[in-house]
C-alpha cells in the first residue's frame, strides 16, 4: 500500500499572542523570530501514516509538502522518524485561506505517486482553513473519513477509529480513501532518534512538478481576502489575593456569589 | 428572489446547532433582501419540515429517501447537491459542527465554488451587496475578513456564535428534491461507543471545571470531577491533557473540541492558549488557576487566581459544600 502523508510547514502556532505581529502593509503575520514548526495534525497524521505501515507488510509512506524550497524542513523531519519518501510540490506562495488550489496539487501528487490512501491533517495551524483534505477528497473521487484518531489492516481492507462528538466509532472501508485525522493519545508523533535525524539530512528529497489539470480546474470560486487584523482584548482580571489556599478559596467563592454566577 | 439556504443535520428535532443556523440565515437574508430556504433530509421528514416552518423557512428542500435514515457524508453530500441545483442559493450556511465541518468544503467543490469554515459573523456591505465573512486565523490571534466570490458562498459558523431563531411561524412550501442517485454509504460501522457522561452534558452545564497540562496526571482529574459534581457541572480539558491520555477527547475544550459557554468556567493549570480560549471565551466568568502569573489566560480570565491548585482547590471544594 502506498500510504501519502500530507505535511504543512508553519509559524509555530504556540507563539503567545504578546509575540504575534502582521507584516506591516500585508495581509500576512511577520516570521522574524518566531520558529517555523510542522503543523501540528500534520504530525498526528504522520503518526497514523507509520503506525499503519508497521502493520501492513510492504506498505511505504511518502511524505508531501507543497511549498517553496524552505519547506522541505517538515520532509526532513518525516524522513526522520523513518518515512520512505519525501516529495515536495513546488509553490512559492503561502496558499493562505485558498485550499482549492493546493488540494489540487495534492491530488496531482497522490496521482504520480500511485498512492491508495491519503492521509492529512484536520486543519493547519495557520490559517486554520480546515479544508484541504476535504476538497482533496472531491479532487480524487475518492471516499472520505473524517476526524480519524488510528487506522490498521482489518481481515478486508482499513480498519479506522473514527472521532464522533460524544464517543467514536470503528469503521471498515476499502482503499483508495482519505483519511483526515485528529489528536488523539495514540497519535502523538513519535520521536526522532539523533542519527536518523542526521541521516535523513543526507537524503534525496523529490521535485513533483504538477501543472496538471487537476490545479488548474479546481480554481473556481475564489477566496477573498479584504483583511487580517490582530483583534484587541482588553484584559479586565480581577486577581484574587489571600495569605494561603484557603483563603484564596474563600475570597474567589465570595466574588463568584457576588457576580451571581454560582 | 434569491434564498439563503440553511442546512439542518436533524434527525426528528431540531437541535440547538439548527436553531442557531436558522437564526443566522434569517438575518443574512433580512440583510440581503433575500428568503430563507431550509434544507432536511431524512428517511422521513415530514416532522422536520413542519418544525422548521415554525421557525419562519418559507421554502422547504426536502429530500427523503430510506436510504438516508442515519447521516453518512457520500449520502447527505449527493441530497445536498440536488437541492443546490434546485435551490440556486446566494448562501449556503452549515454549522461547523461534524456534519458541517465535512459537508461543507465537498458541497463547494462539487459546485466548483469556495467554502468557509468556523466562521464568527458576516455582514453586507451596502454599496456592493458583498457578504463579508469574519473567521479567526491563526488560532484566534488574528481576525480574517473574506469574500466568497462566486454565489453561493458555503460556509459553515462557528457554534454559539450566532443566536438560536425565535419561532416566526410561516405556511412554508415545501419542495420534493429527488438527488439523480445516492451513492450506498462506502464504509460499515463495526463499533459505535457513546461516551455516557455522567451528570450534564459538557456543552449545556452552567459549570464547567476544565484541566490542562498543569494537572500532571489523570488522576488528579478527580479532584476537578469532585468539584463539578458539586457544583451540578461537567469537567472540560485542553488538548495537552487530551493528548497525554488524561481524558477522553470528548472532553477537549476550544477550537477544534467543545464550544461552551457556561455560567462560570474555571480553567485549572491551563495555560490559555488562543485556540483553548476559542471554546470558552463565550462563558459569562472565566477564572483562571494557575502558578505562573505571566500565564495568558489571565489576560482573558475575569477572575484570577495565582498559586498551585493543589493549595486552592481542596478548600474550594470545602467552601462551595458549606454554602450549597
Ligand atoms: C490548530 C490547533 C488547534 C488546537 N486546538 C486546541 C483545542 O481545541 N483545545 C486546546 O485546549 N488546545 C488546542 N490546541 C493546543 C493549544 O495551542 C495549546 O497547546 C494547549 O491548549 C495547551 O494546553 P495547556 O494549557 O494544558 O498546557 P500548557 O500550555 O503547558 O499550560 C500548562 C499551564 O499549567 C500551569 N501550571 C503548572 N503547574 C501548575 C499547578 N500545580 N497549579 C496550577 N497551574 C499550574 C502552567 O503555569 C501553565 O500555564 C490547538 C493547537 C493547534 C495548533
Ligand atoms: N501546503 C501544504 N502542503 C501539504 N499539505 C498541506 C498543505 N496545506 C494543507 N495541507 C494538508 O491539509 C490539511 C488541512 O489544511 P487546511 O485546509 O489548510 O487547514 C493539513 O493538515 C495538511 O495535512
Known amino acids: 500500500m502506498q500510504i501519502m502523508v500530507c505535511l504543512k510547514k508553519i509559524l509555530d502556532p504556540e507563539v503567545p499572542p504578546r509575540d504575534f505581529r502582521l507584516k506591516k502593509g500585508e495581509m500576512a503575520p511577520a516570521t522574524e523570530g518566531i520558529p517555523l514548526v510542522m503543523s501540528s495534525f500534520d504530525q498526528n497524521a504522520l503518526e497514523v501514516g507509520l503506525q499503519l505501515r508497521e502493520k501492513l507488510a510492504g506498505a511505504t509512506v511518502t511524505a508531501v509538502t507543497v511549498g517553496p524550497e524552505d519547506s522541505e524542513d517538515v520532509l526532513r523531519k518525516a524522513l526522520a522518524v523513518k518515512a520512505d519518501r ?3 510540490v513546488p509553490l512559492e506562495q503561502d496558499s493562505k485561506l485558498a485550499g482549492g488550489i493546493v488540494a489540487g496539487l495534492l491530488a496531482g501528487a497522490a496521482k504520480q505517486l ?21 476538497i482533496l477528497t472531491e479532487a480524487l473521487g475518492w471516499p472520505l473519513v473524517n476526524l480519524v484518531m488510528g487506522i490498521e489492516p482489518g481481515s478486508s481492507g482499513l480498519v479506522l477509529r473514527r472521532e464522533l462528538d460524544e464517543g467514536y466509532e470503528v469503521i471498515e472501508g476499502n482503499s483508495p480513501l482519505v483519511a483526515v485525522v485528529t489528536n488523539h493519545e495514540t497519535n502523538v508523533l513519535r520521536i526522532a532518534k539523533v542519527k536518523d535525524t542526521m541521516a535523513a539530512m543526507r537524503k534525496k528529497i523529490e521535485l513533483f512538478d504538477v501543472v496538471d ?27 484574587i489575593t489571600g495569605e494561603n489556599g484557603g483563603e484564596k478559596a474563600d475570597n474567589l467563592v465570595k466574588r463568584l456569589l457576588e457576580l451571581k454566577v454560582l | 428572489m434569491s434564498l439563503v439556504l440553511t442546512c439542518l443535520m436533524d434527525q426528528g428535532m431540531l437541535s440547538r446547532d439548527s436553531l442557531e443556523v436558522i437564526g443566522a440565515g434569517k438575518s443574512l437574508a433580512s440583510d440581503l433582501g433575500a428568503g430563507l430556504a431550509v434544507a432536511v433530509i431524512g428517511a422521513e421528514t415530514s416532522a422536520l419540515c413542519a418544525a422548521a416552518g415554525e421557525y419562519g423557512a418559507g421554502k422547504i428542500y426536502s429530500v427523503q429517501d430510506a436510504s438516508l435514515e442515519q447521516y453518512y457524508c457520500e449520502g447527505y453530500l449527493a ?4 437541492v443546490c441545483r434546485e435551490c440556486k442559493p446566494v448562501a ?26 468556523d466562521c464568527l459573523s458576516f455582514n453586507v456591505e451596502h454599496e456592493t451587496g458583498r457578504i463579508i465573512f469574519t473567521k479567526p486565523v491563526f488560532g484566534g490571534k488574528a481576525m480574517a475578513q473574506v469574500v466568497l466570490s462566486d454565489a453561493p458562498a458555503v460556509v459553515a459558523l462557528r ?26 454509504n462506502p464504509f460499515k460501522v463495526m463499533e459505535r461507543v457513546e461516551e455516557q457522561q455522567a451528570g450534564v452534558r459538557l456543552e449545556d452545564a452552567r459549570v464547567v471545571v476544565s484541566g490542562g497540562q498543569g494537572l500532571g496526571g489523570p488522576e488528579n482529574f478527580a479532584i476537578l470531577e469532585e468539584l463539578a459534581g458539586l457544583l451540578g457541572g461537567a469537567v472540560g480539558a485542553s488538548r495537552v491533557a487530551v493528548d497525554s491520555g488524561w481524558v477522553s477527547s470528548s472532553k477537549q475544550v476550544g477550537q477544534t473540541g467543545k464550544i461552551v459557554a457556561p455560567d462560570v468556567y474555571l480553567a485549572v493549570g491551563i495555560s490559555g492558549a488562543c485556540q483553548h480560549l476559542a471554546g470558552c471565551s463565550g462563558a459569562k466568568v472565566i477564572v483562571a488557576i494557575n502558578t505562573d502569573p505571566e500565564a495568558p489566560v489571565f489576560g482573558a480570565a475575569r477572575l484570577g487566581v495565582v498559586g498551585d491548585y493543589k493549595d486552592v482547590l481542596p478548600p474550594l471544594i470545602k467552601k462551595v459544600k458549606e454554602i450549597i
Open chain 1, 86 to 88: 519525501a516529495v515536495r
Open chain 1, 114 to 134: 500511485g498512492a491508495d490512501l491519503v492521509i492529512c491533517g484536520r486543519q493547519a495551524g495557520d490559517w486554520d482553513g480546515s479544508q484541504v483534505g476535504l
Open chain 1, 213 to 239: 489539470s487537476a490545479a488548474v480546474e479546481l480554481q473556481g470560486g475564489r477566496i477573498e481576502l479584504v483583511s487580517l487584523e490582530i483583534p484587541v482584548k482588553e484584559a479586565n482580571c480581577e486577581m
Open chain 2, 79 to 82: 441530497a445536498l447537491e440536488a
Open chain 2, 92 to 117: 449556503v450556511l452549515f454549522v461547523t459542527n461534524m456534519q458541517g465541518r465535512e459537508l461543507a468544503p465537498r458541497l463547494a467543490k462539487r459546485l466548483n465554488k469556495a467554502a468557509l469554515v
Open chain 2, 159 to 184: 457554534r454559539r456564535s450566532f443566536e438560536p431563531a425565535q419561532q416566526d411561524q410561516v405556511e412554508p412550501e415545501i419542495i420534493q428534491v429527488k438527488p439523480v442517485s445516492i451513492p450506498v
